[in-house]
């Protein structure tokens, strides 16, 4: 049987309801006793992290996470980790970008219901994440609903539907439908020359474009010390460049070292900044463009890059 290291995190996958309300307090060994069949699937080790919501969650906790990850990557062969949903496209994404050649599976689920709820969609979650995990396909997934997802290529679309994430601008890995399984899978291959750089710069902001936004909200992170932005832009990648211009802000910002990167409010398709006189301009300005990435893709992977820019270059 497979060796897999069974980290929990807290989310709604392990809450109780309290007099405050539903709060994490399930740890690993209390979800095997409540899913034992997830035993038949691997030799499994708990290992407790944190119980918390994910909204409470950092960059700190993530660089953390990718370590021991690293720290126990030839004692296991796979990795499952319990998560919350509201920032578990975020965890995924930035440990898309930590853990380099990765050649085993790092599955992240969770629950939009308690498994301490008798309506809970918990145990399927976790009966597909532990499935994936014995797999043996290489990769960082999200194990969730009826799909597979590649870890950077999540987004949660739903407050409470089970279906929660959907897989943006790339087919799931696996998809679970009326018509049967669909695959796109990756390679199994092993790449070899895995290693963990989980270093992050926390100090990105998003800042999404709207109707009336005007343009000093820029000068304003910048002065505050961010070292990064993301601009969630219209379509293709449009931004206010009449009366609230943006583009003398981004100079400034960008004169001084801050990198802008551009990604679409729109769910599909990403950014192209060549089509039209808006993308164009920013591009021209130094923006860089985030292409298909969702929003948590870009946020993480500027994270990253921010803190080994020394090491690419």
Not at 62 to 74: C, E, K, T
Request: aromatic share 8%; net charge negative.
């Amino acid at each position: 049987m497979k060796k897999i290291l069974f980290l929990t995190t807290g989310g709604t996958i392990a809450c109780t309801v309290t007099d405050e309300g539903l709060e994490p307090t399930l740890k690993g060994e209390d979800i095997l006793k409540q899913v034992p069949e997830l035993r038949t699937l691997g030799e499994i080790t708990v290992r407790d992290l944190t119980l918390l919501d994910s909204s409470n969650l950092e960059p700190a906790h993530w660089s953390s996470w990718a370590r021991l990850i690293g720290d126990n990557y030839g004692d296991y062969d796979a990795f499952v980790l319990t998560h919350g949903t509201d920032t578990l496209a975020y965890t995924s994404s930035a440990l898309c970008r930590m853990l380099i050649n990765l050649g085993k599976p790092v599955v992240l689920t969770g629950a939009q219901v308690p498994l301490s709820l008798t309506n809970s969609d918990a145990r399927s979650n976790l009966e597909l994440a532990f499935s994936v995990a014995a797999s043996g396909l290489p990769g960082v997934f999200v194990a969730f609903g009826n799909k597979v997802i590649k870890g950077d290529c999540a987004k949660k679309i739903f407050t409470r539907n089970p279906n929660a994430f959907e897989s943006v601008n790339e087919a799931p890995v696996l998809y679970f439908g009326k018509e049967g399984v669909k695959k796109n899978l990756p390679s199994r291959e092993n790449v070899g020359g895995f290693r963990v750089e989980e270093k992050l710069e926390p100090r990105v902001m998003a800042v999404t474009m709207t109707p009336g936004l005007k343009p000093d909200i820029i000068d304003y992170a910048v002065d505050r010390g961010y070292k990064g932005l993301v601009l969630e832009c219209y379509g293709a990648g449009g931004v206010n460049t009449d009366q609230q211009n943006f583009l003398p802000a981004i100079r400034r910002a960008i004169k001084k070292g801050v990198r802008v990167v551009c990604v679409s409010q729109c769910l599909f398709d990403g950014v192209d900044l060549s089509l039209y006189p808006m993308g164009i301009l920013a591009a021209q300005a130094g923006v860089e463009s985030g292409g298909p990435m969702t929003l948590e893709a870009a946020v993480t992977r500027l994270m990253w890059s921010l803190a080994n820019e020394t090491e690419e270059a």
